[in-house]
């Protein structure tokens, strides 16, 4: 609105101002734009949903090279069971492991998962909590993914798992503390975007012969059954570390047996029971010799030899 004095009456009279034709499109433009869609999710719009997720760890899962099929395809496996995990691309060899609390920072990620092979028979997997640790280094045992089980459980992509744990966990500190690591690691933080408000299945984590073992379940029947999804797995405690991939031993596991060291005694084994072989052979040979040579000629032996007379 503008001002506008008259002369003969002296009275100040307002009369509208008048508008350019970009002003007049543009406002006709902001008023047909539609309003901003709600994207709903579970039920919620999902600015609702993010406000309530608090809980942001992020799970890094990574592989060195040189790992076989069976592991990479155990690590995808687990990636499909975390929703809040993320992936990257294969480590080096040479490289140090404290350039993983690096990428960790460049993703965002609170925890890390990692997989290495020696010998492409031997699997080792890292867990640690970053960037101050601890950390643990386990051999990973009978390894079983699930296309190789084809079992008949399943459960939604995305939904919460319930974490059961051995009560023998709790009987010592080295377990307690990797039950602490287990429990932040697998667990699925509350209002994640990319999980489902359902728990359908269930971690088990098991403690036999001084071995961790790791079962997937479905929840049928509202608890009553469950039935296996896969996939399995066994995990032989190292060392737990102070730091993120080092630093120093809180826990040395007394019962471990290196790969190499048990292969020897295997072979050792077969050594042994390959010698009891030979030496069973020998004294059967050298038993029969002497029968054989103990028994008396037959006198009528040489009846119907013939005689050359010269």
């Not at 009553?224 to 737990?240: A, C, D, S, V, W």
Request: aromatic share 10%.
């Amino acid at each position: 609105m503008e001002e506008h004095v008259e002369e003969a009456t002296g009275q100040v009279r307002f009369v509208p101002s008048k508008e350019s034709k970009k002003g007049k499109k543009r406002k006709r433009e902001t008023d047909t734009k539609d309003p901003p869609l709600l994207i709903i999710e579970d039920g919620e719009p999902l600015d609702k949903k993010a406000k309530k997720w608090k809980n942001k760890t992020r799970v890094l899962i990574l592989c060195a090279r040189g790992v076989t099929y069976r592991s990479r395809h155990l690590m995808n496996d687990i990636k499909t069971l975390l929703p809040h995990s993320r992936s990257d691309n294969k480590l080096d060899r040479k490289d140090d492991l404290s350039s993983l609390v690096e990428l960790c920072e460049m993703k965002n990620c609170t925890k890390c998962i990692f997989f290495e092979m020696r010998k492409r028979k031997d699997l080792y997997m890292w867990i640690s909590h970053l960037p101050n640790g601890p950390s643990a280094k386990f051999l990973v045992e009978n390894v079983h993914t699930m296309n190789e089980l084809k079992l008949t459980g399943n459960c939604l992509l995305g939904s919460r798992p319930l974490l059961s744990f051995d009560p023998s966990f709790t009987g010592s500190p080295h377990y307690s503390l990797l039950k602490e690591l287990f429990i932040k690691i697998f667990s699925t933080p509350y209002y994640h975007p990319k999980s489902k408000p359902f728990i359908d299945h269930m971690f088990h984590f098991g403690l036999l012969d001084n071995h961790i073992w790791f079962r997937n379940y479905q929840i049928v029947d509202d608890g009553k059954t469950l039935t296996e999804i896969g996939p399995r797995f066994t995990l032989n405690l190292i060392k737990i570390f102070s730091g993120s991939f080092g630093g120093a031993t809180l826990y040395q596991n007394p019962h471990y047996q290196t790969p190499n060291a048990y292969r020897r005694t295997i072979k050792l084994m077969m050594a042994q029971k390959q010698d009891k072989k030979v030496k069973q052979k020998k004294k059967i040979s050298t038993a029969t010799r002497k029968v054989l040579d103990g028994l008396s000629r037959d006198p009528m032996e040489s009846v119907f030899d013939t005689l050359n007379y010269k």
